[in-house]
């Protein structure tokens, strides 16, 4: 059974910072690229990072510069450090999962997280 769990969410001022955890389970990192996405109110998800056991990463552009995704293989666990937070960023994210490849389309991914509620006060 595949798992991906988030954590790490929580309320925080503009200009702050959180780092979000997604610990998988039931899948092999090399053969998957992890994801992370998120879904603002009343708006679609967003793709907004991935990255793959080689290392490769990819940023959306509204948060590139900002946010910083990262892995720790013995762990399981993939990291996305989010620094210089604004109230645009409030959101529930997600962690994915899809075999082999990286993308920002929703409908791509293989296994989704239950995702934790991110909140930015202005």
């Known amino acids: 059974e595949v798992q991906l769990v988030e954590s790490g969410g929580g309320l925080v001022r503009a200009g702050g910072s959180l780092r979000l955890s997604c610990v998988f389970s039931g899948l092999t990192f090399g053969e998957y690229a992890i994801h992370w996405f998120r879904q603002a109110p009343g708006k679609e998800r967003e793709g907004i990072s991935c990255i793959t056991r080689d290392d490769r990463t990819y940023y959306a552009d509204s948060v590139k510069g900002r946010f910083t995704i990262s892995s720790d293989v013995p762990k399981n666990t993939v990291y996305l450090q989010m620094d210089s937070l604004q109230p645009e960023d409030t959101a529930v994210y997600f962690c994915?999962?899809?075999?082999?490849?990286?993308?920002?389309?929703?409908?791509?991914?293989?296994?989704w997280g239950e995702g934790t509620q991110v909140t930015v006060s202005s």
């Open positions: 994915t999962a899809q075999y082999y490849a990286c993308s920002a389309t929703p409908r791509a991914m293989d296994y």
